[in-house]
């Protein structure tokens, strides 16, 4: 009995943050900021751990490494894995890493790159970000990042 109950409050919980989670998809903005160490532009829900996709900066050293939450097919983790980042004015390959995450199973690629004038580009002159791996693509509209990466583009171009 008591079993039975706690698997029936688990699938409640489940099923109130998937209701939050598509909530919140339509809440998405572009947010960029700067703190002690690093500079941020992310496409997610304002005050919440909703993220897409996230640009983080190190301004002493220019490391900029690009997180996306994605599903490649065949996700594993640690597997290597191509992401192309594409919008009207071009396109980049990242050599990515994978991993699943536990807090909500969802899969998260990771990449180090830098800020070169193509990735600029593709955040600051496109209307729709284009993100493709193996098996999956997703878009995210572009409206506001140009504004927001500006924090980025000035502490890591």
């Known amino acids: 009995m008591r079993a039975w109950w706690a698997k029936s409050v688990i699938l409640a919980a489940v099923a109130a943050l998937s209701c939050a989670r598509t909530a919140s998809a339509d809440e998405r903005q572009w947010i960029g900021t700067a703190n002690v160490g690093s500079v941020v532009l992310a496409y997610g829900t304002p005050d919440s751990d909703d993220m897409a996709i996230s640009f983080s900066c190190d301004p002493a050293t220019k490391a900029l490494t690009v997180s ?30 994978g991993e699943r995450l536990a ?48 924090k980025l583009i000035d502490a890591c171009a």
């Open 68 to 97: 996306v939450i994605v599903e490649p097919a065949d996700a594993k983790d640690g597997m290597r894995v191509d992401v192309v980042l594409a919008s009207e004015s071009g396109q980049v390959v990242l050599n990515a890493t």
């Open 103 to 150: 807090m909500d199973d969802s899969f998260m690629l990771h990449a180090t790159t830098r800020l070169d004038p193509s990735l600029r580009r593709i955040l600051t002159e496109g209307r729709t970000l284009t993100i493709r791996v193996p098996g999956s693509t997703d878009r995210i509209p572009l409206a506001g990042a140009r504004e927001q990466a500006q």
